[in-house]
């Protein structure tokens, strides 16, 4: 079982990060020097994966254009001289094979990945939600795969959240395999404290197996009335091998100013043209708040 392909569902209309998405897609917001899903592109290029899907709408020409080839900004930039310029617009476009699809209504997370199926085929795929940035040393989409491979079963990657915050993501029962390596038995979206499996949720990375594209065509409707994926991933734990890897990394929830904002501080404190400056600068501002 060997994962090469990926899937990133970015047809959402950015409703938390509003006004600036209105008219520029989340995905392409900068973080630092970089959008947002070029970090994505990134972590999977990382894991091995060299054929992607982006899921978009009709609003996101933006990221097609993006990741192309821009022959008049690269005369440009080779003429006057700028060659880490040229070598960073070039790299963006050559990162991977990538191809595009459009969600032609907005009927939740499942249905994004449904339209998916023929770009996968017969082949187990990684999905990598477009609002979540990872930072880990080794990349999580990569450990993710090692387990899917490993065990030949589709894999979700968890970690703990407060019983509190259980509410916004999917918990899953699970049994225990290795270390940070689970069985998962059983799953439910959004649920209260008094309906949650445990304290584990899934957090943006997954690697499933062309199985689950046959449960998402003929699933009805679940909460929020869209064809959630969790609906989808609770029927396929229950006919085959799931397991849960607690990924090893920070997750941040981009889809939203603060998450955007930390992770844009956290990567800036980290790259060589802007880490020292802002810390630099972090500390004086400290000094008069």
């Known amino acids: 079982m060997k994962v090469k392909k990926a899937v990133i569902p970015a047809a959402g209309l950015g409703t938390r990060m509003l006004p600036a998405t209105k008219t520029v897609p989340k995905e392409m917001l900068p973080m630092v020097d970089k959008p947002v899903i070029q970090y994505i592109i990134e972590?999977?290029?990382?894991?091995?994966?060299?054929?992607?899907l982006i899921v978009t709408n009709r609003a996101k020409s933006a990221m097609d254009d993006y990741f192309d080839y821009y022959p008049e900004l690269?005369?440009?930039?080779?003429?006057?001289?700028?060659?880490?310029?040229?070598?960073?617009?070039?790299?963006?476009?050559?990162?991977a094979n990538i191809f595009y699809?459009?969600?032609?209504?907005?009927k939740g997370l499942g249905h994004a990945i449904w339209r998916a199926k023929r770009f996968v085929g017969d082949e187990?795929?990684?999905?990598?939600?477009?609002?979540d940035i990872m930072r880990a040393d080794k990349p999580?989409?990569?450990?993710?795969?090692?387990?899917?491979?490993?065990?030949?079963?589709?894999?979700?990657?968890?970690?703990?959240?407060?019983?509190?915050?259980i509410s916004k993501y999917s918990s899953v029962k699970i049994a225990p395999l290795e270390q940070r390596i689970f069985s998962v038995l059983d799953m439910n979206e959004k649920p209260t404290p008094e309906q949650m499996f445990s304290n584990y949720a899934i957090l943006g990375r997954y690697v499933?197996?062309?199985?689950?594209?046959?449960?998402?065509?003929n699933l009805n409707p679940g909460y929020g009335g869209e064809i959630q994926l969790t609906d989808g991933l609770q029927k396929l734990c229950r006919r085959s091998t799931m397991v849960a890897v607690d990924f090893e990394g920070?997750?941040?929830?981009?889809?939203n100013l603060k998450g955007f904002l930390e992770a844009t501080i956290d990567f800036a404190l980290e790259h060589p043209q802007t880490g020292d400056w802002l810390r630099q600068f972090i500390q004086e501002k400290a000094k008069f708040i």
């Open 43 to 52: 972590e999977a290029v990382a894991a091995g994966i060299e054929d992607i």
């Open 101 to 106: 699809v459009r969600q032609k209504e907005t």
């Open 208 to 217: 499933l197996t062309p199985e689950i594209f046959n449960i998402l065509e």
């Open 140 to 165: 999580v989409t990569a450990q993710l795969v090692e387990a899917a491979e490993k065990y030949s079963a589709s894999v979700v990657g968890v970690q703990k959240v407060s019983t509190e915050a």
């Open 124 to 131: 187990p795929f990684a999905v990598l939600l477009g609002d």
């Open 74 to 95: 690269e005369t440009r930039l080779n003429q006057a001289g700028k060659d880490r310029e040229l070598y960073e617009v070039r790299k963006a476009a050559d990162l």
């Open 250 to 255: 920070r997750r941040y929830d981009t889809g």
